[in-house]
């Protein structure tokens, strides 16, 4: 049965998206929220921060007025007002559009800039 997320209680979600093992929340005032497995970083906690069951805002992304997330299998994107796009978690496939000659191990832990 669907249970209400406590932690997000009193505050106006407008979108979620899901990956294979985490999920992320975007607030009407433009803050990111993420739970779940961390195993590559793709909370955007930082990649030494443990798996979270409970809601974690995404500090690094605060002050960036923000107009939609995505969550993947193993990474994380959040698209700005403006347009610029922001990644995190695993790039082994290229998913994050790092560029980069040693793609297959590469994961970050920092929201990067994606061209």
Known sequence: MPTKIKALAGIKIIQVSCGHYHSLALSEDGHVFSWGRNSEGQLGLGKNS???AIPQKVKSLEGIPLAQVAAGGTHSFA???TGTSFGWGSNRSGQLALRGTKLKNKSTSRIQLVP
Do not use: N
């Open 50 to 52: 443990r798996s979270q």
């Open 79 to 81: 698209l700005s007002l």
